[in-house]
Every structure is written in C-alpha cells, then in structure tokens.
C-alpha cells in the first residue's frame, strides 16, 4: 500500500469548511484513496473514497488532484461533531481490507 | 452498512488473566479482523480471522497470546491471555463490506485496562 502523509492536527471554526490535506505521492495507478474518521471513544467510521475523479456523499467531499499524488477531505460545514481524528488510507480494492494502513491521522477539532 | 456490536465496552483486569471480546455481526461476512489501538496511537492489525480455517496473524501478534475462534460467519472472539499491563488497549473488531468496495467497518470497540 502506497504510503501518506497527514498533518497531526488541524483547527476549524464551527460553519465552516474544513479542507483536510493527504499526500500519497507514491500511489499506483490502481491503487484507491478511503477517508474514515474516528470520533473519540468509537470505531473508525467510513467516510468517502475515489480513484481520480472528485467524488461527494452525505458526509464530504474528496478531491484527487490530477496527477493523484495528494488529496483533500472537505466537509462543507464543519460542527463540533465532526472534531475527530481523520485518517487517509492507500489501497488497491479488494481482499484483505483489513490490512489497511492507519497513519497517524489529522486531529480535527472545530472550535465554537 | 453493516451493524458490528462489541461486548464489553470496558472492563479493568488483574495481570496473569485473561479477557475474551465478542464480536458480533447483524450479516454474514467472510473476513473480521481484529485491532489494537494503544493508547494515544493508531489502529494496528492484530489479525484476520476467517470462518473455517486458522486465524492469520500479523508480525508481532502470536495465537498463544491472541487467540480467536471464528465459529460462524457472523462471530468472533479474541482472547487477550495472561495480561500485562502493557495490554491495555482499545481493541477493536471490522468487517469488511461485500463486494470489492473494500470499506470496513468497526465495532466501538473494548477499552481494556489492566492492573
């Protein structure tokens, strides 16, 4: 699994958006961006996922630059519930999903 | 999405016992895995546990230690064996969604602390 690269933390004020950066510079063409995030206290929680074109949920959206080699998690109107640590994983789809690669995530914490 | 219920939430242990996690699924799925997130870190893989075959561990993780059972396709244990205070963790239990979407889901979890 290509490898990324969160920074450990990021603030954001109540309403508004929060842009959560992933850089995996060494994606492979096959290879498959998933967001999840993990509110204090729970399981990690699916999110979004895309292969290169920008995708939106109920949740987020995620948006793949052009060459692949980094992402961003958007959610629109960030609430004191999104504060949580959000992880950006690599990985081609299919058996063995279990072996995804938890960086260190992104801290969010969205301030009143 | 599939509903993962983890049985106990909590518990506080005595060094030299041992624990077992439940984890039970509202589907049948054919890959669980089981985690460890120490305290202050990330989720490591402890192991993948199949129905009808031995458990598959990762480097680092030994079945005399973490024993699984996997009985049916919708159950789970993990085992935590003669405890250390070095145990204490948040241990988590995910599936993995049908198809080849690749998306996991996870249990809350069992915050475990031992004395």
């Known amino acids: 699994d290509a490898k990324t690269t969160q920074p450990p933390s990021m603030d954001c004020a109540e309403g508004r958006a929060a842009n959560l950066p992933c850089n995996h510079s060494?994606?492979?063409?096959?290879?498959?961006v998933y967001w999840y995030r993990q509110i204090h206290s729970q399981g990690p929680q699916y999110i979004i996922h895309?292969?290169?074109n920008n995708e939106t949920n109920e949740m987020a959206s995620l948006i793949i630059t052009e060459d692949r080699k980094s992402s961003t998690l958007i959610l629109p109107h960030a609430t004191l519930r999104d504060t949580a640590v959000y992880y950006c994983i690599v990985r081609v789809p299919g058996t063995n999903a279990g072996k995804s690669t938890f960086g260190d995530g992104t801290t969010l914490t969205v301030k009143p | 999405s599939a509903v993962i219920s983890q049985k106990p939430s909590r518990d506080i242990c005595q060094r030299g016992t041992s624990l077992t996690i439940q984890c039970q699924v509202d589907?049948?799925?054919?890959?669980m895995f089981w985690y460890r997130q120490q305290p202050g870190q990330s989720l490591t893989l402890i192991a993948t546990?199949?129905?009808?075959?031995?458990?598959?561990?990762e480097s680092g993780f030994v079945i005399d230690k973490f024993p699984i059972s996997r009985p049916n396709l919708t159950f789970s244990t993990l085992t935590v064996s003669n405890m250390s205070p070095e145990d204490s963790s948040i241990y988590l239990c995910?599936?993995?969604?049908?198809?080849?979407?690749?998306?996991?889901?996870f249990g809350a979890g069992t915050r475990l602390s031992v004395l």
């Open positions: 060494t994606i492979s063409g096959n290879e498959y």
């Open positions: 589907s049948q799925v054919t890959m």
């Open positions: 546990a199949n129905q009808g075959s031995e458990a598959t561990y």
């Open positions: 895309g292969l290169k």
């Open positions: 995910s599936i993995q969604q049908s198809g080849n979407l690749n998306i996991q889901y």
